[in-house]
C-alpha cells in the first residue's frame, strides 16, 4: 500500500491518480485542501513565468501543461462533475504588460528570449493591450501575450479530489504526521499524532499507519519528516468580487519592483496575488502586505478599488534552492518524493502524479528541449 503523506493538490493528485489505476492507497493530512492549494491562485502559466535560468523548471511546466486537458475531464468525471466547466479551467492566456521604457525594453528582451526557445508569444503595443483588456491602466505602453497559458480555480480542483478519492473509497486519515517509521534503513509507514491533537478517522485515527511506500507530499511542512532542502515562502493574496468581470485573462506586471498578477474567475471573482515573504511558518495576513498587494494592482488595474474584498489569506509555498520541486525516489528505500513545487504545485499536479506512478520514460521525451513550440 502507498500512504500520501499531505492532502494539497499535489498529494490529492497523487493518491487519485494511484487510486483510479487500482493500486491500494491511504492519504494522511490533518485537514486536506487547507494549505497553499487554498491561498493559491490557479496559474498555469509556464510560458509567461519563464525565468532565464530555470529552463528545467520550464520544461517541467510546459510537460504538465499539457496534460491538464485530460486530467481536468477525468477529474471532473470522476468527482460526479458536469465537466470541466466546474473546475474554472480557462486557457485564454496571460498579458504580461509595461509601464515605463525600462519594462519595456526588458520585456523586449525576455519576448526574444522565449521566441529562442521557440515559446508562443506575441509582442503588443499599448493600444492593443488594451483593445484585449480594455481595464487596463492608460499608461500602459505594451506587452507581451503568452496565449497558450491557462488557469484554473485551485478550491475547485482540490474539492474534485477528495470527491473523487472518497467515490474511489480511499481511506483518508484525518491526523498529523509525527514521525516516519523505518526497519533498518527503510521506510514503513508513519506514525500519527494521538487522538486529542488532529486525529481522526471517523473520531480516531489509528497511531500508525504501514505502508510499502511513503510519499512525502507535505509541502513546506516536508522537511520536518525527512531531509529535503524544502522551506516555507509566505505568500499573501487577495480575492475581489465584481458583479462584471473586470477581466477576460491573466494580467502580470511589475510595479514598484515587485511582480503582481490578476486572475480572473469565472462567477466574477478576481484573485490578486501575491507576496514572497521569507517569514518562516508565519500565516497571518498582515495590513502591510494586502496594502502592497492592492497598490500594485491598481496600477496595472485602476478598477480594482472599487470591487468588493471577499477573502484574504495567506499560504505557504515550499520553496527550493533553485526553484525545481523535489519528485520521485528519495535515495530511501520506501520513501517517495513530491515537494518542493514552490509556485507550481497547481501547474505541475499532473506531472508529478504521473511521476509517482512510474513514466519517467514518457517523460523524458516530453520534457526535451526543441518541444516547446507544441504549446498552443
Not at 492507497?25 to 509567461?48: I, Q
Not at 465537466?83 to 504588460?97: I, Q, Y
Not at 532542502?229 to 468580487?241: D, E, H, N, T
Not at 458583479?243 to 466574477?268: A, I, K, S
Request: aromatic share 4%; glycine share 12%.
Amino acid at each position: 500500500m502507498d500512504v500520501i503523506v499531505g492532502g494539497g493538490v499535489v498529494g490529492l493528485s497523487v493518491a487519485w491518480r494511484l487510486a483510479r489505476e487500482g493500486r491500494p492507497v491511504t492519504l494522511v493530512d490533518p485537514a486536506p485542501a487547507s494549505g497553499a492549494s487554498h491561498a493559491a491562485a490557479g496559474m498555469l502559466a509556464p510560458v509567461s513565468e519563464v525565468a532565464y535560468t530555470e529552463l528545467p523548471l520550464l520544461r517541467l511546466g510546459v510537460a504538465s501543461l499539457r496534460r491538464w486537458p485530460a486530467f481536468a475531464a477525468e477529474l471532473a468525471a470522476d468527482a460526479g462533475l458536469a465537466g470541466v466547466e466546474a473546475l474554472d479551467l480557462r486557457s485564454d492566456g496571460t498579458l504580461d504588460v509595461a509601464f515605463g521604457a525600462d519594462d519595456l525594453a526588458a520585456l523586449d528582451e525576455l519576448a526574444a528570449y522565449m521566441e529562442k526557445l521557440e515559446l508562443p508569444v506575441e509582442r503588443l503595443s499599448g493600444r492593443e493591450c488594451r483593445r484585449l483588456e480594455p481595464m487596463l491602466a492608460p499608461s500602459v505602453r505594451g506587452g507581451l501575450l503568452a496565449p497558450g497559458d491557462a488557469w484554473v480555480d485551485p478550491r475547485r480542483v482540490t474539492a474534485a479530489l477528495l470527491a473523487a478519492l472518497d467515490r474511489l473509497e480511499v481511506p483518508l486519515v484525518r491526523a498529523r504526521v509525527s514521525e516516519l517509521l523505518r526497519d533498518g534503513d527503510r521506510v514503513t509507514g508513519v506514525r500519527v499524532e494521538p487522538p486529542g491533537s488532529a486525529s481522526a478517522v471517523a473520531g480516531e485515527g489509528p497511531p500508525e499507519v504501514r505502508a510499502e511506500r511513503v510519499v512525502l507530499a507535505a509541502g513546506a511542512w516536508s522537511a520536518r519528516l525527512a531531509e529535503v532542502p524544502v522551506r516555507p515562502v509566505k505568500g499573501q493574496i487577495m480575492r475581489l468580487r465584481s458583479p462584471q468581470p473586470l477581466l477576460t485573462r491573466c494580467v502580470r506586471g511589475t510595479v514598484h519592483g515587485t511582480p503582481v498578477y490578476l486572475v480572473p474567475r469565472g462567477d466574477g471573482e478576481l484573485v490578486v496575488g501575491a507576496t514572497q515573504e521569507e517569514m518562516g511558518f508565519d500565516t497571518r495576513v498582515t495590513a502591510g502586505g494586502l496594502y502592497e498587494l492592492l497598490r500594485d494592482a491598481r496600477e496595472l488595474v485602476p478598477g480594482v478599488t472599487e470591487l468588493e474584498v471577499a477573502d484574504v489569506v495567506a499560504g505557504l509555498r515550499p520553496g527550493t534552492p533553485d526553484n525545481l520541486p523535489v519528485i520521485g525516489p528519495s535515495g530511501t528505500p520506501g520513501l517517495a518524493l513530491a515537494t518542493g513545487h514552490h509556485r507550481g504545485g497547481v501547474l505541475l499536479a499532473p506531472l508529478t502524479a504521473d511521476i509517482l506512478l512510474g513514466r519517467e520514460g514518457e517523460l523524458a521525451a516530453l520534457c526535451a528541449p526543441g518541444r516547446f513550440r507544441e504549446i498552443s
